[in-house]
């Protein structure tokens, strides 16, 4: 869902280039202890690294940094405070912290579990375990248990929660979540990555088929008490408090997890709670060097091999684990996996063959790129034995042999972000709605892999009749971009309006109801039902199959995104039961429903709003229009007057170009 907040309007180039600068930096910082031949071994020197790498950076908001090996646990540490107001120090044994999507390393090994069991088959058609729920599909290809560990699954959606945002008690069950919000599968499984955190609520949902017992349960039961992880679990709100460090946006503000970031007790995807000493006990098992084995050798090797890749050149998915910041591995084999919510960042990484584990976990969003603390660890203990030849030789393309990679392409996960490639003289350039710009350097003739400016990696993918259809960029890693159709010029949009820019971002985003048509229609009115759709698209949230409980939407095509909305409060209808979706919607009620699902999701309000009116709202609406002239959501119609009111225009119908500019808005202030 989108949460609006306030935004770093620094470019996002130059916030690359401070990250590029920062990192040796960063490694640099460590000198000052003499690493260990080899990895770390010495827990006096360990502690000094440690000390130098984190002291410095977490003075105030908390994190642990947790290392094992030999068997062992080397290092769990806690650096700042768990909460600034009190001045709670951050305890590495009992200070419990978010964990976000490391919590699929454990829904995935309880999966192996019983895979060795027999119980799953990994190539199998999930439905087979699903108890007679089905999976909406468009291909001719099931879905598999390796399909969803890998996200490879084809789904259409693969966000979030809804019930995230609701409070704890009104919040659905796992398997009430499963049912009502089975997204189709639009892509042949197994075929294409897309980050996809439905695939590993299914995985819990099926967990708790299979065994007929709770997911939390067979987590517990199979991997927490086995492993004595005594402070472990998914979401245990009124256990926690008073443990649960305080999360911190990146300005210092404290977040309400309890509210609206916590995960419920299910979250197979990302609802685990833990420790620093608990962590230990998972990477140890993971490692094959604990006191019990929850797994069988074969089984943890296939978890943190390479079970899915773009080619030799980006592997990217093993069973639950990851392959990124690849240019920091140094030659070693690595199986990591990171997690990210508003206010906890993490990142476990395994060296299996080093038999040697580490993890780090912040309370504050100002610490969230945790590749920094990678690359130091990596270059501390594992620096380079080898340095690549600088003459290698590449290869020099034509612009006509470079000219198949040309075309628009749109962000799976989140498309509303999309790229444009284009040849040039020997290279191709590579732009993005994120206002990064990329040189890409072929690096063979014949595997369509290149690298960017900074060294990321970036390889296209050929269907079958070899036609480029993807590319997959180390720097984005967690999905690939899906080639677009090439777009004629809408013929009823002058190139010289003020709305152009707008129009064609949203048809790249993936917004535009017309997206595949030769007129947009500037000037007609946006129906109450598409402007529901396209907040959804924004929201970029998983939508509900339940019944509306409109009577006349029930054969809309947004019925789902209505109830989704309705269901948080954004939405109320009419006093007679309708909501009457073919109807024009004024520009009040798109704003008070803007203000309605923030409020909502995010506990937005107004604070001492000033503005004033020349054309007055209706009094039902008057917060909702404050809230888009003060958050500058407003389109291009609103203009302040010279004695300072504004006129909203609030009962005239919402035109689609107005639309536009409002939904880009959006999108460039939530994510």
């Not at 003075?59 to 405070?81: E, F, P, W």
């Not at 945002?165 to 294409?192: H, I, W, Y």
């Not at 395994?350 to 660890?377: C, H, R």
């Not at 995010?602 to 003060?630: C, H, N, Q, R």
Request: aromatic share 10%; no cysteine.
């Amino acid at each position: 869902m989108f949460q609006l907040r306030k935004v770093n309007t620094k470019p996002a180039a130059a916030l690359l280039l401070t990250v590029l600068l920062v990192l040796p930096h960063v490694a640099g910082v460590t000198t000052a202890a003499e690493a260990s031949p080899r990895g770390p071994r010495d827990p006096a020197e360990i502690e000094q690294f440690a000390d130098n790498l984190m002291t410095n950076r977490f003075k105030q908001s908390g994190a642990v940094l947790t290392i094992v090996g030999d068997g062992k646990v080397l290092l769990n540490k806690g650096y700042g405070y768990a909460d600034i107001e009190t001045q709670t120090p951050v305890d590495a044994d009992r200070t419990l912290f978010a964990v976000a999507s490391v919590s699929k390393t454990v829904t995935a090994a309880a999966v192996m579990q019983q895979v060795e069991q027999g119980k799953i088959d990994l190539d199998a058609d999930v439905q087979t375990y699903m108890d007679g729920l089905t999976i909406p599909n468009e291909t001719d290809v099931p879905v598999t248990m390796a399909d969803l560990l890998t996200h490879t699954s084809g789904f259409e959606r693969g966000e979030g929660d809804i019930s995230l945002l609701m409070p704890p008690e009104a919040r659905k069950t796992l398997d009430e979540f499963v049912e009502q919000s089975m997204p189709p599968v639009v892509r042949e499984p197994g075929t294409v990555y897309r980050y996809d955190n439905f695939a590993y609520t299914l995985q819990g949902y099926i967990l708790g088929k299979v065994l007929d017992t709770p997911y939390e349960e067979v987590i517990k039961q199979n991997i927490f008490e086995p492993l004595g992880m005594e402070n472990s679990g998914f979401g245990r709100v009124e256990q926690m408090k008073g443990r649960l460090a305080s999360a911190y946006s990146s300005e210092g503000q404290q977040l309400d997890v309890y509210k609206n970031g916590l995960a419920p007790a299910y979250a197979p995807s990302g609802g685990l709670v833990t420790t620093g000493s608990d962590m230990a006990k998972f990477m140890l098992a993971m490692l094959g060097e604990g006191d019990t084995e929850i797994l069988q050798p074969e089984t943890r090797t296939d978890m943190e091999a390479i079970q899915f890749e773009m080619s030799d050149r980006q592997p990217i998915s093993g069973y639950g684990f990851e392959f990124f910041s690849r240019q920091s591995y140094n030659g070693e084999v690595v199986a990591g996996k990171g997690g990210d919510m508003g206010g906890f960042h993490s990142y476990m990484w395994l060296l299996p063959e080093q038999g040697v584990g580490a993890m780090f976990v912040t309370n504050t969003d100002a610490f969230a790129s945790y590749d920094g603390i990678f690359k130091s660890f990596m270059d501390h203990y594992y620096p380079k034995t080898e340095t690549a030849s600088i003459s290698e030789d590449l290869p020099t393309l034509s612009t006509e042999e470079l000219a198949k990679y040309e075309g628009y392409y749109r962000n799976l996960r989140q498309p509303f972000r999309y790229a444009k490639v284009t040849a040039d003289d020997g290279f191709l350039q590579f732009q993005s709605s994120e206002m990064l710009n990329f040189q890409l350097q072929p690096q063979s003739s014949e595997t369509d892999f290149f690298r960017d400016t900074y060294g990321n990696g970036v390889g296209f993918h050929k269907d079958k009749e070899g036609r480029v259809d993807y590319f997959y960029s180390d720097y984005y890693r967690d999905t690939w971009y899906e080639r677009m159709p090439d777009f004629e010029a809408y013929k009823d949009v002058d190139a010289d309006s003020p709305y152009a820019d707008s129009i064609e971002t949203i048809r790249f985003m993936g917004l535009s109801t017309e997206e595949s048509e030769p007129n947009f229609g500037p000037e007609e009115a946006v129906t109450r039902s598409e402007f529901v759709g396209q907040l959804a698209k924004v929201a970029n949230s998983q939508l509900l199959n339940t019944p509306s409980r409109f009577a006349d939407v029930q054969d809309d095509p947004n019925a789902q995104a209505i109830q989704l909305f309705t269901e948080l409060g954004g939405i109320t209808g009419y006093p007679d039961g309708t909501f009457r979706p073919d109807q024009p919607i004024t520009r009040e009620e798109a704003a008070l429903m803007i203000f309605r699902i923030a409020s909502a999701s995010y506990g937005t309000s107004l604070t001492e709003s000033t503005v004033t009116f020349s054309d007055p709202p209706s009094s039902w609406a008057a917060d909702g229009v404050k809230f888009m002239i003060d958050s500058q959501l407003s389109d291009l119609e609103v203009q302040r007057d010279p004695d300072g009111t504004y006129d909203y225009h609030p009962t005239a119908p919402l035109l689609r170009q107005e639309a536009a500019v409002t939904l880009v808005k959006l999108i460039n202030v939530t994510q």
